[in-house]
């Protein structure tokens, strides 16, 4: 077996518009993922993510380039490579004529285990995701965020080598998605290898070994979290709201970020004296916090990750 999960070599994906142009959604990617690695794909909404995985899980075909899973290509080897992997798609929902408990243990069954180990399996799974109280109540009669938790639930139970999760705490409260961060831990913990795609910063940061920024169907940067933070230039942050055309001003304190709020200093302690007395000076309101995955996905794709295409 290949000593990497997955390998992307220059995946394009595009569609042809009637009366228009060809979109890319995605414009040549490349990455590989390590088998026991969580990676994230990090991006802004539309920046090709989903695309990215639907390729790989085998549900869509590339206009060129390949992906191949543990040694076996996605387009060519199709059944090897689904009978390797599980997938919680953004938009999927569980059905809605099942509780919980039958969700996951039909799925499990139809992926070939036998009862009893199912039924552990899925009696695991609801309680890792705090499910028990609703295990068995019909999905329709969930929240939004139980039903995600069942999704994920779904596709955890398999402990599969390698888990496609995209998007998977969306719509969750804040305790909900840390219990999924643990999930995910523990499954690497026992081998799996898991590929998510997010928008949130939070969680790329608290959950990948690795991760890659993708915009507009590009692969930016990869690395990890630490790893680009430390590339923006500084270890603090200082926020200069309504600053966006004092650049000039603060150019020799560090490194600039600018959003459509403020000007961002990517500063070092021993500048913070003087930053600070420069903008009291000039009556600025002024914060300082330390840097963060935002800054680096700022310097690295020029927006915030919450900007509109």
Same mark, same amino acid.
């Given at each position: &077996?290949?000593?990497?999960?997955?390998?992307?070599? @220059?995946?394009?994906?595009?569609?042809?518009?009637?009366?228009? #142009?060809?979109?890319?959604?995605?414009?040549?990617?490349?990455? @590989?993922?390590?088998?026991?690695? @969580?990676?994230?794909?990090?991006?802004?909404?539309?920046?090709?993510?989903?695309?990215? /995985?639907?390729?790989?899980?085998?549900?869509?075909?590339?206009?060129?380039?390949?992906?191949?899973? +543990?040694?076996?290509?996605?387009? #060519?080897?199709?059944?090897?490579?689904?009978?390797?992997?599980?997938?919680?798609?953004?938009?999927?929902?569980?059905?809605?004529?099942?509780?919980?408990?039958?969700?996951?243990? *039909?799925?499990?069954?139809?992926?070939? +285990?036998?009862?009893?180990?199912?039924?552990?399996? *899925?009696?695991?799974?609801? #309680?890792?995701?705090?499910?028990?109280?609703?295990?068995?109540?019909?999905?329709?009669?969930?929240?939004?965020?139980?039903?995600? %938790?069942?999704?994920? #639930?779904?596709?955890?139970?398999?402990?599969?080598?390698?888990?496609? /999760?995209?998007?998977?705490?969306?719509?969750?409260?804040?305790?909900?998605?840390?219990?999924?961060?643990?999930? &995910?831990?523990?499954? $690497?913990? %026992?081998?799996?290898?898991?590929?998510?795609?997010?928008?949130?910063?939070?969680?790329?940061?608290?959950?990948?070994? %690795?991760?890659?920024?993708?915009?507009?169907?590009?692969?930016?940067?990869?690395?990890?979290?630490?790893?680009?933070?430390?590339?923006?230039?500084?270890?603090?942050?200082?926020?200069?709201?309504?600053?966006?055309?004092?650049?000039?001003?603060?150019?020799? +304190?560090?490194?600039?970020?600018?959003?459509?709020?403020?000007?961002?200093?990517? *500063? $070092?302690?021993?500048?913070?004296?003087?930053? &600070?007395?420069?903008?009291?000076?000039?009556?600025? $309101?002024? *914060?300082?916090?330390?840097?963060?995955?935002?800054?680096?996905?700022?310097?690295?794709?020029?927006?915030?990750?919450?900007?509109?295409?």
């Amino acid at each position: &077996m290949s000593p990497e999960a997955l390998v992307a070599d @220059r995946v394009r994906k595009t569609y042809r518009v009637r009366g228009g #142009a060809p979109v890319d959604a995605l414009s040549g990617v490349s990455l @590989r993922v390590g088998k026991g690695e @969580r990676v994230a794909l990090l991006g802004r909404n539309g920046a090709g993510k989903t695309t990215f /995985l639907k390729i790989a899980s085998t549900l869509l075909a590339p206009t060129s380039g390949t992906v191949s899973v +543990f040694g076996h290509e996605v387009q #060519a080897e199709a059944d090897i490579v689904r009978s390797s992997i599980a997938v919680v798609p953004q938009e999927g929902k569980p059905f809605f004529h099942l509780t919980p408990r039958e969700q996951v243990y *039909t799925y499990l069954r139809a992926r070939g +285990f036998d009862r009893a180990s199912a039924k552990t399996r *899925t009696g695991e799974a609801l #309680a890792q995701m705090e499910l028990e109280e609703v295990a068995d109540r019909l999905n329709i009669t969930l929240s939004g965020g139980q039903r995600q %938790r069942t999704m994920v #639930a779904t596709v955890i139970a398999t402990e599969a080598p390698l888990l496609f /999760l995209d998007e998977p705490t969306i719509g969750m409260d804040p305790f909900a998605r840390r219990g999924v961060w643990e999930s &995910m831990r523990r499954l $690497t913990r %026992r081998g799996s290898t898991i590929l998510l795609t997010t928008h949130y910063l939070d969680e790329a940061e608290a959950l990948s070994h %690795r991760l890659y920024i993708i915009e507009r169907g590009r692969v930016l940067v990869d690395g990890s979290a630490e790893g680009l933070k430390k590339e923006v230039g500084g270890t603090l942050r200082v926020s200069i709201r309504g600053g966006q055309d004092l650049a000039e001003t603060f150019s020799s +304190f560090g490194s600039l970020v600018r959003d459509p709020e403020a000007l961002h200093i990517i *500063t $070092t302690p021993e500048r913070l004296v003087e930053i &600070m007395g420069v903008a009291v000076g000039m009556r600025l $309101t002024a *914060t300082v916090g330390p840097v963060t995955l935002e800054e680096a996905f700022l310097k690295v794709v020029g927006r915030s990750i919450d900007a509109e295409n």
